[in-house]
Nanobody, 119 residues
């Protein structure tokens, strides 16, 4: 299973970015999918997750600002990030698992990460 993220970059506070994650081998409908982020010298934290049925879960700090979604035809996971804050600066990773892990860190498959910088 290969996951490839894109869409990171630099943006000013209050701006928006959309991250994408394309999955190979199995369709996204097969997985529970999540977005995680990692701050320097800290563990990865769950940001948002979406189960096979499309039900989302968010960590409190991004609720009402970020939206997770997936396109099962394009096999792509998205994270729309609005009202970005400097504290959102981190490396963002997508993850997939056949179990519904929600924001737990035990996902079996991970992408390589994409950097988001908010100034």
């Amino acid at each position: 299973v290969q996951l490839v993220e894109s869409g990171g970059g630099s943006v000013q506070a209050g701006g928006s970015l959309r991250l994408s994650c394309t999955a190979s081998r199995y369709p996204t409908s097969s997985y529970c999918l999540g977005w995680f982020r990692q701050f320097p010298e800290k563990d990865r934290e769950g940001v948002a997750a979406i189960d096979r049925a499309g039900s989302p879960t968010y960590t409190y700090s991004v609720k009402d600002r970020f939206t997770i979604s997936k396109d099962n035809v394009q096999n792509t996971l998205y994270l729309q990030m609005n009202s970005l804050e400097p504290d959102d600066t981190a490396m963002y990773f997508c993850a997939a698992d056949f179990y519904n892990l929600q924001l737990g860190r035990s996902y079996a498959y991970w992408g390589q990460g994409t950097q988001v910088t908010v100034s």
